[in-house]
């Protein structure tokens, strides 16, 4: 191999050599942010666990105080179809009373 063809060679070596070590170095740089950005994430990921957790026992206690004022709203409403039930049925029986009532009385049975 003539000379100057090899000093060229070596040239080129040097100079990805030196592209080599340019890239190395930017590798680790970006490892570095990497590690730091997956820092940031794994704290915002406990952040965000701590938030979700009260937030779901937030829920939990609306959601049993929802509960109770339904049951007893329920409750009510069941004691009041109770009375009007019991309401239409002393009706019933005053209707047809009177209905019976009237119909003596057309007849001359009283």
Known sequence: ???SERDDLM???AELRSDV???????????ADLRLTNQRIDALDDKMDQRIAALDDKMDQRIAALDV??????DNL????TSAKHWAIGMYIT???????????????L
């Open 21 to 31: 070590h340019h890239v190395q170095a930017d590798t680790t740089q970006i490892k």
């Open 11 to 13: 040239i080129q070596v």
């Open 95 to 109: 209707l047809a009373g009177g209905l019976f009532y009237m119909v003596a009385h057309g007849l001359k049975w």
């Open 69 to 74: 004022r339904m049951e007893k709203r329920l």
């Open 78 to 81: 069941a004691d009041a179809l």
């Open 1 to 3: 191999m003539p000379t």
